[in-house]
């Protein structure tokens, strides 16, 4: 059973001694102790900062899994504290007295709190409450991907001068072990490129238009309307989530420092159901990708709609599921597949690191390390090489097409594949390019634009497919 910890003797520290050695000191002592009082019977008192739809979710697995946990990790998890902003609200949780408390910073503060996982959200508290957590050497467990695609460097130096861990499985597509395989089992591979499937709301809103037909604002309707999407969808729609999660990806497969503004970006808004039909009649899907890669020393980092062979794994991947493709030097291609979002999968990505952390703890050790994210050089997307998919609206008249094909030719831009649809008003041509950098497809548009023959350019989409 557990008992109440041992009272703790005050620490006297040398009054001469500069401030780091003394912030390094307290990291040791605060750690030592920490130690002793979590080997306490294997009991692992745990504060969480929030308590939505996650942090609901997580209070209920730990009591509902208390024995299952115990057995596979010989710990007992307690949930001694948790911080919420309205008290009066009915969680159906039952918590025993003095757990509730709408004083978040005293859930990380206190002596019944071993190990501490941020819910809430967003960079401030949640920024100064980790580093605070950590300064007292307990590990931290978070979800918070805006906090960790901005100022996530900050908080794993942090965890390293502590020497304690900083999980946050549930940062990236929530319920798919993610994090911890780049973190893990792949310590010791040499990583090309991720490409995922990491938000479930626009892979719905495109599934919706791929499988009925839907236009983009009906399909997106209809996910606001089931509860995937928010009433404003931004934050989705144009890539923005997509974007952090791609940051926080790139940092943890290539240990490079890459932030949400580093990360080039598209969203779907202008993904029409004609390019839906026309990707289908080339034998594409289109779906948002966050696609990270390291070539010669640089990292790339983006999200955008991009046609995707029907042959791919990732093609298969419909409504709000999310998947990632890691392809690495030596395993060559995995994937991983599953809920990216939702309280109950979210909570067990967390649950995962919390026993992971506390095993840690216990242990007096810590987990498998970031260690220090080194600045790499992130390539421009000007110089990124992709296929596009582009549309044309056109004169349909001799001499077009001709006029067309030399300004990709003046620009190196290599055709693959060519066809019109529709004839007269209606003429329109879809080429699909060899791989080609991004600048020269710009500027290619930029001269066809330019032809008294062509009425407008349509869309433009990058393609994977063969080496590319
Ligand atoms: N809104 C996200 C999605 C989940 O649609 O996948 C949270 O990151």
Same mark, same amino acid.
């Given at each position: ?19 780091? &050695? ?149 940062? &990236? ?143 298969? &991947? ?151």
């Amino acid at each position: 059973m557990w008992s109440a910890p041992r009272l703790r003797e005050p620490v006297r520290v040398p009054a001469l001694v500069d401030g780091a &050695v003394l912030l390094r000191f307290r990291f040791v002592v605060c750690a030592a102790i920490r130690e002793t009082v979590a080997m306490d019977d294997g009991v692992v008192r745990i504060g969480i900062l929030g308590c939505g739809n996650v942090g609901g979710a997580l209070v209920r697995l730990i009591d509902d899994n208390a024995d299952l946990i115990s057995r596979r990790s010989g710990l007992r998890l307690v949930v001694t504290k948790v911080a919420v902003r309205d008290l009066s609200r009915d969680r159906n949780l039952t918590f025993a007295p003095g757990v509730l408390t709408n004083d978040v910073a005293s859930v990380v503060q206190s002596d019944e709190v071993d190990l501490v996982v941020e819910l809430i959200g967003g960079i401030e508290p949640a920024r100064s409450l980790i580093l605070d957590a950590l300064k007292l050497a307990k590990p931290v467990v978070t979800g918070n991907k805006e906090l960790l695609a901005n100022g996530g460097a900050e908080i794993y130096e942090a965890a390293a001068i502590a020497g304690v861990d900083v999980l946050f499985e549930a940062s &990236v597509a929530g319920g798919i072990p993610l994090m911890r395989p780049l973190r893990e089992s792949l310590a010791g591979e040499r990583i090309l490129r991720v490409m995922g499937i990491v938000n479930g709301t626009t892979n719905f809103i495109l599934t919706q238009m791929t499988e009925h037909g839907s236009s983009f604002a009906d399909a997106l309707a209809e996910a606001q309307n089931l509860g995937f999407a928010e009433r404003d969808p931004t934050a989705d729609v144009e890539g923005y989530d997509a974007a952090a999660k791609a940051a926080i990806i790139a940092s943890v497969a290539f240990g490079a420092r890459v932030v949400a503004g580093d990360v080039y970006r598209e969203g779907i808004s202008g993904v029409s159901a004609s390019d839906i039909a026309a990707a289908r009649e080339l034998g594409y899907v289109i779906k948002l990708l966050a696609v990270a890669e390291e070539r010669d020393g640089a990292v790339t980092v983006r999200v955008h709609p991009t046609m995707v062979p029907n042959a791919h794994p990732l093609a298969a &991947v419909r409504g709000s599921f999310n998947a990632v493709f890691i392809e690495g030097e030596s395993v060559g291609d995995l994937m991983l597949y599953g809920r990216g979002a939702g309280g109950d999968p979210t909570a067990i990505a967390v649950l995962g690191d919390v026993i992971d952390a506390a095993t840690n703890l216990h242990r007096g050790s810590r987990g498998a390390t970031l260690g220090t994210l080194v600045h790499k050089p992130i390539r421009p997307i000007d110089e990124v090489q992709s296929q596009f998919y582009l549309t044309v609206d056109v004169e349909d008249r001799p001499g077009v097409l001709a006029a067309i094909a030399s300004a990709f030719g003046t620009h190196g831009v290599s055709i693959q594949s060519m066809h019109q649809q529709g004839e007269g008003d209606e003429a329109h041509l879809i080429f699909v390019t060899h791989l080609a950098p991004e600048a020269a497809l710009a500027a290619t548009i930029h001269e066809v634009r330019e032809l008294d023959t062509v009425k407008r350019i349509g869309s433009v989409l990058r393609v994977i497919g063969s080496g590319t």
